[in-house]
């Protein structure tokens, strides 16, 4: 893999995000400046976005929100949400977005309340979002520290065969190679999923997170 400058990395960053975002009228208006973005990358991660990117320009937008929603909305093996690998629906995963909420906060990086629509900010988009145009070594610790999460969501994808796993393969290749026991955490959570519950406990998401008031 050719080396990618912090620059490369940003852009790739940055339009794997936008393009792992609804499919709204705004991000269509935007994809021949992306596709000009991605023109100046490296061959082996510029060229899989480009073919993304003319992807959804070639896509009837009705075609591309159905193909979305079935894609990211209805399967849980293609969640964005990035704790959901590694923490299932657990009290563990509502501690995690605290977490990753707090090194946002940090770096004044303010989500919108919940109430809004906002994403979770363990949501692949805002992460990368936030390792684009904030903060990029904080925001390559997040990727590296949830790795088994973006790698599962890029396999499943490929073996879907969706068009998106164009960006998710893209995001890994600004990221230092697997090592081993990334890889066996990889192989170990595609083989069991996601944990379950603890009995008697109901999944936790904290109020500073989901907005709710105690």
Same mark, same amino acid.
């Given at each position: 893999?050719?080396?990618?400058? $912090?620059?490369?990395?940003?852009?790739?960053?940055?339009?794997? /995000?936008?393009?792992?975002?609804?499919?709204?009228?705004?991000?269509?208006?935007?994809?021949?400046?992306?596709?000009?973005?991605?023109?100046?990358? $490296?061959?082996?991660?510029?060229?899989?976005?480009?073919?993304?990117?003319?992807?959804?320009?070639?896509?009837?937008?009705?075609?591309?929100?159905?193909?979305?929603?079935?894609?990211?909305?209805?399967?849980?093996?293609?969640?964005?949400?990035?704790?959901?690998?590694?923490?299932?629906?657990?009290?563990?995963?509502?501690?995690?977005?605290?977490?990753?909420?707090?090194?946002?906060?940090?770096?004044?990086?303010?989500?919108?309340?919940?109430?809004?629509?906002?994403?979770?900010?363990?949501?692949?988009?805002?992460?990368?979002?936030?390792?684009?145009?904030?903060?990029?070594?904080?925001?390559?610790?997040?990727?590296?520290?949830?790795?088994? /999460?973006?790698?599962?969501?890029?396999?499943?994808?490929?073996?879907?065969?969706?068009?998106?796993?164009?960006?998710?393969?893209?995001?890994?290749?600004?990221? $230092?190679?697997?090592?081993?026991?990334?890889?066996?955490?990889?192989?170990?959570?595609?083989?069991?999923?996601? $944990?379950?519950?603890?009995?008697?406990?109901?999944?936790?998401?904290?109020?500073?997170?989901?907005?709710?008031?105690?």
């Amino acid at each position: 893999m050719t080396a990618l400058s $912090p620059r490369d990395i940003a852009v790739v960053r940055q339009v794997a /995000g936008l393009v792992l975002g609804y499919p709204d009228s705004e991000l269509l208006a935007r994809l021949p400046l992306l596709r000009s973005a991605v023109g100046g990358l $490296p061959a082996p991660v510029g060229g899989p976005l480009a073919g993304l990117l003319d992807h959804l320009v070639r896509t009837q937008p009705e075609v591309l929100a159905a193909d979305y929603v079935a894609t990211f909305d209805l399967s849980r093996r293609h969640a964005l949400h990035l704790t959901y690998f590694t923490h299932g629906d657990t009290r563990k995963r509502g501690l995690a977005l605290l977490r990753i909420k707090q090194t946002y906060r940090r770096f004044g990086y303010v989500l919108a309340d919940s109430g809004d629509g906002a994403e979770l900010p363990d949501h692949l988009a805002v992460v990368l979002e936030f390792a684009a145009t904030v903060d990029a070594g904080a925001g390559t610790r997040l990727l590296l520290e949830h790795r088994a /999460g973006l790698e599962l969501l890029g396999l499943a994808l490929t073996e879907a065969g969706s068009p998106y796993a164009a960006a998710t393969s893209a995001v890994s290749a600004t990221l $230092p190679p697997l090592r081993g026991s990334v890889r066996e955490a990889i192989v170990r959570l595609a083989a069991e999923g996601p $944990p379950g519950e603890e009995v008697g406990l109901d999944p936790f998401v904290p109020p500073e997170i989901s907005g709710a008031r105690r």
